[in-house]
């Protein structure tokens, strides 16, 4: 079975400080990770993904995320926040070997970013 | 390409009530998938589609019932609403080559049950 906790409900900070959501893995098998992103009342994009390769993943609006086998964590960063940052993000992941491979979800972080 | 589309955006029913969420597709994907999202608990998969004619229970299926009579379309009820049912609801789909395979959200659907 697969899970994902996402430590900290809620993150806050400056304009221009650097963005770092965290996230924790739970899998049997290697998994696949991903980071999905919310806007109000929209649905979810995708930021970024860990299939196999590189460990360090570079997505779209210069986040990037880094797997740590070991540490089984998949942490998401962004050098400098943006005021259009703000959303809530998702970590999620599922194994990518078997089965239907269904997409299990941490239960989010909301990025406030103050400026 | 439309992507996910979900209708209706947003809809208020009595306990008891009866109605269908319809989600379609027009990217071929063979995999789809019904979530419903709520406050601190992210999103759990209600039930999802590998293919026309196949379906399957996820996480928190009880309430909700499926079909997939086409590609396209992976239409949600719900039999008889209850206010635990209020939620917002998304539909997704991918390609079901693999996990690898990113994951397509649909708006949304508000669902309110008073």
């Known amino acids: 079975a697969q899970s994902v906790t996402q430590l900290g409900s809620h993150v806050s900070v400056s304009e221009g400080a650097l963005v770092l959501l965290r996230c924790n893995y739970s899998s049997s098998v290697p998994p696949y990770l991903f980071w999905y992103v919310q806007y109000p009342n929209q649905g979810l994009q995708l930021l970024l993904k860990?299939?196999?390769?590189?460990?360090l993943v570079k997505g779209i609006n210069g986040f990037e995320a880094e797997f740590k086998k070991s540490e089984t964590s998949f942490h998401l960063t962004k050098p400098s926040a943006h005021m259009s940052d703000a959303a809530e993000y998702f970590c999620?992941?599922?194994?990518?070997?078997?089965?239907?491979?269904?997409?299990?979800f941490g239960t989010g972080t909301r990025l406030t970013v103050i400026p | 390409n439309a992507g996910v589309t979900q209708t209706p955006k947003f809809q208020v029913l009595k306990t008891g009530q009866s109605m269908t969420l319809q989600c379609a597709q027009d990217m071929n994907h063979e995999y789809m998938s019904w979530y419903r999202q709520d406050p601190g608990m992210g999103l759990r998969l209600i039930h999802y589609?590998?293919?026309?004619?196949?379906?399957d229970q996820g996480e928190v299926p009880n309430g909700y019932n499926v079909s997939r009579s086409t590609t396209e379309d992976f239409p949600l009820r719900l039999l008889s609403a209850a206010p635990s049912q209020t939620s917002v609801y998304f539909c997704a789909s991918r390609r079901a080559s693999g996990g690898e395979e990113t994951q397509y959200f649909g708006p949304g659907t508000r669902l309110l049950v008073l």
């Open positions: 860990y299939t196999t390769g590189a460990t």
């Open positions: 999620a992941v599922t194994s990518g070997r078997t089965g239907a491979n269904n997409l299990f």
């Open positions: 589609s590998v293919g026309a004619g196949i379906t």
